[in-house]
């Protein structure tokens, strides 16, 4: 990490950047009003520290030891003067600003009808954005794996519903990128491009998504630890797109005996996530829990946790859904769950001391 | 499990009792305002069931395929009318009742004036019950184990200092039974006896201390499943005392690389257990994470899952703590704490639904 | 699963596949020498299973609840007489019979040199197959990511040599395939595409990998449980590709303190597996355990459990790797290893008994 | 730790051992042919070092920063001559000696007949030691509990039978310790005494136990990693009884759906613990597995993972035991199982280097 006296030139910038591409490394340039820090990304052990340190316009040379230099808080803490959280724009929507953010829809996209119904209604209920599956990451191939997997016009099919449900009822969309070849497609039509648990550690897909230059939400895969997640969203910050949105959505259960929830929703990573970068958290108790009667209860808990948003599956009559069904609440149920949350996270919030 | 006709005699009721007896097992009498439910204790597989149908007085013969028969919402269903949880009471406290408690404290008793300091202080910041542990379970025996570990003489005096303060301000006392060897001793002074997570395994003194006649708190394991922890919680039921606090405190953390909590609160555990049984669930947020910096949202976010209340290592100076001190809050950080699981409390509550 | 009686006609096979598509499901047809079985591959729950016992030529219809259809013993007893294993042949290699397998090399190919040298050095060792990774999957994207990430020129260049040196050490070469653009590629040079563990719930990768029609060797991820890891090699053999090597490298640890293994490798997951598939299981002790001191033992043990072959990492200077160095051990110390594993294969061996 | 001088007076260990005592802390020593090594138990942060290194008769004060330093290989490296493990005797048994030690019997004591015919059986087929359960931890108070739990004349005569059983087929006998009201009983019949996987937190019983002066059989609990494992072996030996056989048998599954073992048998423990400590390590593959099925190639794989021992259930009809029927095997596997293990110990040992 390379941090430029303040009125540093374009110049002296361009030359540090050139001399770490010398080394085989590429620069992660992070302009603040008052100064200029430039990350380096890629293997650092390659670059003799000392060289930079009398480059001119060099205020000081900083090592970073964490794997997640990028998406650090204290990264930004050079780069720019960010309160809490980065603040992610889409449409008239802002993630980890002052207000928690909803994320609401059906599992899978199933139909039209189905889609715009279920739009219509967690809109009222108070969704900020609409969510639906298109192409399902799933366990078993015996299973439903969404419209996408038909062929690539009901890929397209479903991809332009979802924008259309999404501009009548004014939400910002998100849906699932599962599989390269898909990325550009998805890309077309959806705000905001969701990585599945499963494709975490998919560092290809992860490049690919991140180029697109739209803002990625990056869920935990259920095995990773902390640490791990970070690292992985640091190869989206790689390619110059910071616009991440983190997801807890549980990790595997361990123990003896009958499981009683799907995953173990590990909600004390929200804060201690949010000690280690600027990227905004959010939760998704849906999947955290696969059970439809916790779900107002851990929406509740998370926000109190200190998320800054959820993201909730929710279909009008839950036991007809394709899939998951057991773990989806109603529009009204979404509603009651909102509301609290909303008085929640003015309690909650304020003790949160970045220190 | 036997529901017993409505006015069925208790020469009716002895009667079952005593056949149950005779092969081998015990029997739990669970008297309600209209009904008579008695339980069995060991191995049902040798009762003849169809037997017990036919005895005078016996409505109806239930198989209980759970191994938490008797801590089970099923069983309360008909032994008596249980809003939601079995209320405990201890002096003045209600557990289980219409608002959380909160047990706070030291870690462990170091000194009179230690106590006596910290005891005022959490009474003063809300808290409802005192704790203090005076014999320590610790990972290693080169670490310092309580002031119990020094001498029985020492242990008396700092059991009595406990219950000083506890009188002294107005407070029931908790501290651990570790080891069967102790239980009469600190049954003498406490009010609440508490079974560390790393003996809720240990069925020996789960019996013993059940036998005290006193409220017991037993901690989840770190690596027990639910089935588990209630399976355990049973054996206290079996010897007649129901009046038990269970207390989920984390499970061990999975993954690579550094772990940021020290355990994985596992808060989705609080409304399914609730769903399971009668008892009443708290939290404690100080050994599940084992951050003081998180404490104040995982104290919110374990309210807003559900719990009836909160444990919560208290210090006024922590950094001079001889015992986990990295994760004491001081008193005024316990206040705000407590401020806002009041409200957070009333938010989540109404929406947990038995059904 | 539907049995056709022996002798029937092509015909009548064909109606059979045909009434399946229409219901849009997928059909497996396994010709043996004496009778054929179909698979079907999709959600079973569409079809009228009394439809297809009535078809002519049909024997029997079964269902199978597990969601690894394809890859079962269930299926394997209808479809081929197997005495224990599927035999995948590549060159001159036999992966599944009667003698353990060994692979072997370099973690990454560094440049031609080191691979030649290493090549040549394990075949002396007794190594049956060449491995050398060119697209490295990394935690962190300040690590070396292997030739692969250079550059498609780069890339082409070490598949090149790696196909080179298989060709000269008479070994067939295995090597992994991240990312879905690569796919081509790699499987222009190799002779096995191996699936990581990080990419084994890459559905996409995985269907697009079988489809090329050579071996494939998945890695089980470290979070995944059996079932899962099954679930996932049946979306290989759902493209008609059951040439598939089960790889057990190592489950998340748990616990908390020190780590003393990167992971926990599962070994009784080897004779559990193989009682549920057909498919070979080999083991790779340098990633499961990351401790080149416990490389020795762990092989023999991976064997004693049961594992067809071993897949182990080799350097001539271990600490001079640039990715893992602490995990690989020497061309001398793997012929040690071979060689007790070979006397231990034929004693462990003949005692599993598949039932 | 504190290395004397060769040729060190009685007087001036005295002196140090008195020394350390004034500080609140207890002592080990250790005496060697050549030199004596005093091992400080306690909180070593309360010791002024400066002020030992200056004593007469003291070499060297070295601070062993892991909570497990008796029963370190560090601290046997100084205190004496140990080629691989401590060797325990156990009247005519050696275990950690040259060849691998068979423990074998009954899961839990039934009746006489049963256990006589079990021990004749399992001497027949090699076993070395006999175990038999008398006070049997379960996980539900609903299930058998042992004879044990009968009563206190019913406990005493089974353990009378044990060792009468013991003394017939000339086998030294081991018994689980669950209860500290039980230790004193147990210890009179039985020649090691056992500390359960869900006892091994239970730092009371475990002091307890390691008093009787008898070897102990410490099994590590299933949510434990290897540091706490060694730690709470630290207890035993803190009170001078250094004969401590540790017991691997399987920590927590971790992952979604089915178990297909009871628990995961961490085999790379093995070999992993034993570059840490100088204790024994054998391995419980019935309890580890749960699966009839699996002991043979777990219990070769355990041995050739570098186990000094086996401990395996055995009944002459699975079926029918009262406790762990699935995982039972009969005396004739248990042959098979031995003479497996016998060739591949001779394979796997010499290559253990502990470095």
């Not at 200029?36 to 670059?47: A, S, Y």
């Not at 397209?156 to 390269?180: D, H, N, Q, S």
């Not at 497609?185 to 969701?194: F, K, M």
């Not at 829990?289 to 109190?304: E, H, Y």
């Amino acid at each position: 990490m390379i941090i430029m006296k303040t009125g540093a030139t374009e110049e002296q910038i361009a030359r540090v950047v050139n001399e770490i591409m010398k080394y085989g490394l590429r620069a992660d340039v992070s302009r603040g009003a008052f100064k200029t820090v430039i990350g380096l990304i890629g293997d650092e052990r390659k670059i003799p520290f000392s060289h930079f340190e009398v480059l001119p316009g060099v205020k000081e040379v900083l090592r970073v030891e964490i794997p997640y230099k990028l998406v650090s808080r204290e990264y930004s803490k050079y780069s720019e003067s960010m309160s809490k959280h980065k603040v992610i724009k889409v449409k008239n929507v802002r993630i980890g600003g002052k207000e928690p953010v909803y994320i609401a829809g059906p599992c899978a996209v199933e139909s039209k009808e189905q889609l715009f119904r279920i739009a219509e209604a967690v809109k009222k209920a108070g969704a900020h954005i609409l969510r639906g599956g298109i192409f399902k990451p799933r366990s078993s191939v015996h299973s439903f794996q969404g419209l996408g997997a038909v062929d690539r016009k009901m890929a397209e099919k479903a991809l332009k519903w979802l924008r259309e449900a999404g501009e009548k009822f004014e939400m910002p969309v998100v849906t699932e990128t599962r599989g390269e070849v898909h990325v550009d497609l998805v890309a077309e039509y959806a705000d905001i491009l969701q990585i599945g648990a499963r494709n975490m550690y998919d560092q290809d897909l992860l490049t690919m998504v991140a180029r697109k230059k739209k803002p990625v939400l990056l869920k935990r895969h259920f095995g990773a630890g902390i640490e791990e997640f970070l690292s992985f969203a640091e190869y989206i910050a790689a390619e110059g797109n910071k616009d991440i949105i983190l997801c807890e959505r549980g990790i595997v259960p361990i123990g003896k005996g009958r499981t009683y929830t799907r995953y173990t929703l590990d909600l004390a990573a929200v804060p201690a996530m949010q000690k280690e970068t600027y990227l905004p958290v959010i939760v998704d108790p849906s999947h955290g829990t696969g059970r439809r009667d916790l779900i107002f209860n851990m929406s509740c808990a998370a926000i109190a946790a200190g998320a800054c948003g959820l993201m909730i599956e929710v279909h009008y009559d839950p036991v007809e859904a394709l899939v998951d069904s057991q773990q989806m609440i109603t529009p009204d149920e979404l509603k009651d769950t909102i509301e609290a949350c909303q008085h929640i996270y003015k309690l909650a919030q304020p003790k949160i001391k970045v220190s």
